[in-house]
């Protein structure tokens, strides 16, 4: 009788997607170079505080990725696969704030995410690791690793999407069993796979001799 072959596992995205494969100018300019702009509109949308601003970022940057080949769907990806967060950011600034506030936070939110997703779509994650890299090079003076701090920063950004993919199939779990209210229900599942995610990266980097990240 022959055994049962796994059903593969389903590839994951990098961060907030996988990079997209491509040749435009995006993907030609160097990662330092995105960073720095990134990080100077990111700095604009939240020091202007204007959601005129934020929109008009956001929608920039949609149009941009359509000139360097990212579809804006694949864009709004992101927005779909995270829609229950930002509805709770939402609602808690409806309670806590008027409705100018929520529209500014949350569409600060919107273009800060579509900017980052851009920036991850178009460079390798390679690049985007040794410009980390060279950010944190300070912490050396005080006996940090800025190697050990950029690899253990590449790791938390691949564990996002699976922490996100695990949350979603424990509600999906909970809806079977009738137990949408059970808090329990949907939050032991996700800390034991966690906790488990956490040790097999572990291992794998030991494995892969994690001492012998440069310095």
Not at 30 to 48: E, G, I, S
Not at 174 to 187: D, M, P, Y
Not at 189 to 214: F, K, N, Q
């Amino acid at each position: 009788m022959s055994r049962r072959r796994p059903r593969p596992l389903r590839p994951r995205d990098q961060v907030f997607g996988r990079t997209a494969v491509g040749d435009g100018f995006l993907h030609r300019t160097p990662a330092w170079a995105k960073v720095a702009v990134l990080a100077a509109v990111t700095v604009t949308v939240l020091f202007l505080r204007s959601p005129t601003v934020s929109l008009g970022v956001a929608v920039g940057v949609l149009a941009l990725g359509a000139t360097a080949g990212v579809p804006a769907s694949r864009m709004l990806r992101l927005l779909r696969r995270i829609w229950l967060l930002l509805a709770a950011v939402l609602a808690a600034q409806l309670v806590f704030n008027d409705l100018a506030g929520a529209g500014e936070v949350l569409s600060r939110i919107i273009a800060c995410l579509l900017g980052a997703q851009l920036l991850i779509l178009t460079t390798r994650p390679h690049d985007l690791l040794g410009v980390f890299r060279t950010l944190v090079l300070p912490l050396r003076w005080v006996g940090l690793s800025p190697g050990r701090i950029a690899l253990a920063g590449l790791v938390m950004l691949r564990a996002i999407p699976y922490l996100a993919d695990l949350a979603h199939l424990a509600h999906r779990q909970t809806q079977a069993r009738g137990l949408e209210r059970s808090i329990r229900a949907r939050t032991v599942p996700l800390l034991t796979g966690s906790v488990d995610y956490a040790r097999d990266t572990g291992r794998a980097l030991a494995a892969r001799g994690i001492d012998e990240v440069r310095r």
